[in-house]
Every structure is written in C-alpha cells, then in structure tokens.
C-alpha cells in the first residue's frame, strides 16, 4: 500500500544524484545496536508467513509431480539390457577418443588466426568489451539522471520511493521508480523540506513518521543510502525482559512514544517541522538543533473512546504560526506557536478525523475530512473562546460512502477540492460560496485511497496512492468538467 504522498519541487533535486558511501564498521555496529535490522526482519517474517506456507504447498506438488516423472522414466529404463547399456557407454567413449586427448593442435581455432586476437590483459584493451561498458555507463546515467522539467514524487511503501513522472508535454507521460530508501518501520506520513541541514543555503529532503516513535529526514540526493541524516526522538534504550514479561523502553529526550501518524514543514520557518502521534501529543521540532521545541497535549480523554491518536496536522499557509491539528478524539484544535500556553480553539465533530487541510487561498479557512466520509468547512472567524458554545461548520458535505482519508486543495485554482475515500473513489469540488458541488469523479483502480496531492508546479496534476501500493497520477484537467470551469488557469499556468 502507499500510506503517504509527497511532491518534491522541480529543479530541486540534484540532476545525478550521489551514491553513498558503503558505512563504516563504527556505523555498521551502531546501525546493529538500534536493532532496526531486528525490527525489520520481524515484520518482513510477519508479512510473509501466509506467502511461505502457499509457496512450500507449491512446491509440494512440484515434488510429487517430479518424483511421478522420475518414477516412470526408471520403469522404462528397466526394459532396456544392462547389455545394450554397456555398448551405449563404450561407443560415446570411442568417440570422444580421450586416448590422443593431449596431441590435439591448440594452435587453430575455428574463425580465428591465433590467441593473439581472443586474449586482452584487461576489458579496457579490448575494444569490443570497451565499447559495451562505455554504453552500458551511458545508459546507466541517463537512467539516473533527473531533468530539469522532471516531476519528481516520494510515495511511502513498505519501503519508500523516489518516482520520476516525466513530463507529457511531447506525447504520453512515463513514470518510473528512479530509486529506494530502506526504512526499518512502515512509514505512515512524509513531509518534504528544504532546510539546509547540511549547510548552504537549501538541501533536498524527506522526512518520514512511521509505527516507530521517531521521525527520520533522509537526503533525497543521497542514492544507497543506509542510514537517516537526522533521526528526531526515539527509542534510546530497549531491554528484553524474560518469556511472559514486558520489554522495558527507554525514550530519548521529548520523544514521541507511539506512532507518528501526521508531520507537517513550516514553508516560513524552513527549519520547523510539527509532529502528531498516536500518544495523543502534537510536538514542534527544530531540525537544525535537533530538538524539541514545544510539546502540546490538547486532544483530551473521551470516557467512550479509546482511540485518541493524534491523526492529522497542517500548518496556516499564511500565517505561519498557526498549526491545525485533528484527533480520534472527535475534535480539530487550532493553536498559536507563539503563546503555546493558550488552549487554542476547539471544534467538535461527528467522527474520528483522518484529515485537515487549510485553504491556500484564504488564511481564515479550513476543511477536515472524517471517518464516516464527511467532510467538513470552516471559517476562524467564526470560532469563539468558549469551547461550550461550539462552532458549526461552513458547510457539510457528505462526499464518500467511506472514510475520506485525505484531501488536497489546488494551489492554483481557488476553491477546487480533491478528496479520496477507501470507497475507492477519489473526487474533484467546486466549493464556492460554501456551496460544495462535484465537478469530477474517477475510480484510479489504485485501491482503497489513502494519500492524494495536487502538484505545485503542475497544479492540476494530482498524485493518488492507495492499498494496491500503486502511484497514480490524474491529470484532472483531461476531464471535461474540470477542463471547462478551470481551464484558463491550466492555460495561464503554461505560460
């Protein structure tokens, strides 16, 4: 399944990217120590129990089949004289004449004059396997190579992948895994960012939350890579304990201790990234200190609930400061970075949230998608300090059949709102005056949908990953519908 989407911006990634340095026997030892191997061969040996004892079935029947093949080819062997066998034997002997085996001419060769034209010292010597290695490393960087009008996407799988979706501008689009990061945990959220962590003045990475209590930021220049480059929280100690006892875990410093479902980058506080966790806490963390800056524990208890994690999180486009963030408690908190102190405002819903997104266009709006597949608008202005009176929504719109897992507004065109549902379905609304109309449907035969994304450089493309563990990318604008009410900034955006 792909749980989780991000869009890298053209002309950011390196145009070859690195090969990383094999790790050191000092790296190696600390990679062995965390027991991320051990983590991960525990859960690849989970996933692959069914697929093993449906393989060893197979191959059972390949025995017996082989052992029936076997069986019939020495019934009829037996028919044959141990006679006949002997001369079979003795003339395959004669005609291979190993007697005069030493006398034979090594000096002729057939469509040959000589050793002289067969044998190089090196492969660089002979011009046939000389030229082949110069073609094989000229296709081997092409394949590698990432252009400047490339769409380059980070889709988190069991692993995650780099994919490059090519431009269609010349003819039909291509799309291709350019290449793997290895992580220990499922990876559930990315967020991609920019912050110079290793210096100069932007870097290209991806930060990854996954069932582990930390959150990783790989370089997406860096290919073979085995190790993270940041690694915020975590888990600092673990012991076993004996059969029938617990693990004792000891976390680092303001770590999280569950699952990191949501993560969000500040685009104005470039090194800034929130965190939202299934311990029910919200954490702002500085990627260049590494540490956490303020830790927020607003979603509280519901006697009728026991899932409470923190499942979505989003930052105000703009005004920085403000972080969104909604909760299986039933209930979407708006909070200001500035004064953590404030309880924030709090709205009430009808389901565990899976999703908020703020409105690019408008710094007074958002939108929340739930779990019973509504989705729900807001205006701030409208929210009040008392918590008692509630806030009702802009407006509701009852969009799937299922949950709707993830939402994206266009960055480009205002009030058009993709959302995508494990009904399979992903939908396009025009959400003018608060007055939700659908302008487009598709099913993307990727699954139960859980990630979707619009392009900021191609804002009507948008990426969809679901349970089949597919990348999909729907140019929306090839539909009618969307073609004629948005067109023109399809057109504008071209020029």
């Known amino acids: 399944m792909i749980a989780a989407i991000s869009w890298v911006p053209k002309g950011v990634a390196k145009s070859v990217p690195a090969v990383a340095e094999p790790p050191s026997k000092e790296e190696i030892e600390e990679i062995l120590k965390s027991g991320a191997f051990e983590r991960s061969e525990e859960s690849e040996n989970e996933d692959h129990d069914e697929d093993m004892d449906a393989d060893a079935a197979n191959q059972g029947d390949e025995v017996a089949h082989a052992l029936a093949a076997a069986d019939a080819l020495g019934k009829g062997s037996k028919s044959t004289s141990s006679k006949s066998n002997f001369e079979d034997i003795t003339d395959g002997l004669r005609e291979l004449d190993m007697e005069h085996y030493d006398e034979e001419d090594n000096g002729v060769e057939l469509f040959g004059v000589g050793l002289g034209d067969t044998y190089y010292p090196s492969n660089d010597m002979d011009p046939y396997l000389k030229d082949k290695d110069d073609d094989d490393s ?4 092409e394949d590698i190579t990432i252009k400047a009008e490339d769409a380059v996407l980070v889709c988190a799988r069991n692993e995650d992948d780099v994919w490059i979706y ?16 290895i992580i220990p ?23 990854v939350g996954s069932m582990e209590p930390s959150i990783e930021i790989w370089d997406l220049d860096i290919m073979d890579e085995v190790q993270p480059l940041v690694v915020l929280g975590g888990v600092a100690e673990k012991k076993k304990k004996k059969k029938g006892r617990k693990n ?9 201790t569950d699952a990191v479902l949501g993560l969000a980058w500040n685009r104005e506080y470039r090194n800034i990234i929130a965190s939202a966790s299934a311990d029910k806490l919200v954490k702002i963390w500085d990627v260049a200190t590494r540490k ?14 026991t899932l409470l994690s923190v499942q979505a999180i989003a930052w105000n486009h703009h005004v920085p400061q403000v972080l969104l963030s909604g909760s299986f408690d039933h209930t979407v908190v708006m909070k200001d970075g500035r004064i953590p ?6 709205w009430s819903v009808s389901a565990d949230v899976e999703s908020v997104a703020w409105d690019p266009h408008s710094e007074h709006s958002f939108v929340v998608s739930l779990e019973d597949g509504t989705v729900n608008g807001y205006d701030i202005r409208a929210a009040t300090s008392d918590q008692s009176l509630g806030s009702k929504p802009s407006f509701t719109l009852h969009a799937h059949d299922k949950a709707v897992c993830s939402i994206s507004y266009n960055p480009l065109a205002p009030n058009l709102l993709a959302t995508g549902s494990t009904d399979k379905m992903v939908k396009l609304w025009d959400l003018s005056n608060n007055e939700p109309s659908c302008v487009a449907s598709t099913n993307p035969k990727a699954g139960a949908v859980f990630s979707i994304s619009f392009s900021q450089d191609n804002p009507f493309l948008l990426a969809i990953g679901g349970s089949k563990g597919r990348l999909e990318v729907w140019d929306t604008l090839s539909d009618a519908g969307v073609s004629r009410r948005y067109g023109s900034y399809g057109n504008l955006n071209r020029s």
Do not use: R
Request: proline share 4%; aromatic share 8%; glycine share 6%.
């Open 248 to 256: 004792s875990i000891k976390y680092k410093e303001d770590s999280h």
């Open 138 to 141: 000229s296709e081997e960087l």
């Open 185 to 207: 945990a499922f990876p559930l959220c990315t967020a991609w960012l920019d912050c110079p962590i290793k210096g100069g003045e932007k870097g290209n990475f991806i930060a």
């Open 166 to 181: 090519e431009d269609p501008a010349d003819g039909d689009s291509n799309m291709y895994v350019h290449h793997d990061i």
């Open 292 to 305: 956490c800056d303020i830790t927020m524990a607003h979603h509280t208890d519901k006697a009728c609930c």
């Open 341 to 346: 102190s404030h309880t924030g405002f709090k």
